[in-house]
Nanobody
Framework: QVQLVESGGGLVQPGGSLRLSCAAS????????MGWYRQAPGKQRELVAA???????NYADSVKGRFTISRDNAKNTVYLQMNSLKPEDTAVYYC??????????????WGKGTLVTVSS
């Protein structure tokens, strides 16, 4: 079994910054892509940023230049540094990882989410 646990959400004023972390644990052989998704009230879940095991990154247009995704492969952890936050960034942020276990090939795992609220 694999668990993803997010941390770092909270309330921040417009223009502020937050750093999200997501640690994967359990029966992990390797982790391929890791990423962050978000879901705002009344909207579908959307990709925010993703990073491969080799460090290649991909961002949603709405966050380019403001958010930075990174990972520590030794710690099975992915981070999302969010700067210049806007009210429209308010959402529940979910961590995702494609994990290879000793028993199964690459499977999607999700965290339970962490709430980010951008408001004055």
């Amino acid at each position: 079994q694999v668990q993803l646990v997010e941390s770092g959400g909270g309330l921040v004023q417009p223009g502020g910054s937050l750093r999200l972390s997501c640690a994967a644990s359990g029966s992990i052989f390797s982790i391929n892509a890791m990423g962050w998704y978000r879901q705002a009230p009344g909207k579908q879940r959307e990709l925010v940023a993703a990073i491969t095991s080799g460090g290649s990154t991909n961002y949603a247009d709405s966050v380019k230049g403001r958010f930075t995704i990174s990972r520590d492969n030794a710690k099975n952890t992915v981070y999302l540094q969010m700067n210049s936050l806007k009210p429209e960034d308010t959402a529940v942020y979910y961590c995702n990882a494609v994990v290879v276990t000793p028993f199964v090939g690459g499977m999607d795992y999700w965290g339970k989410g962490t709430l980010v609220t951008v408001s004055s």
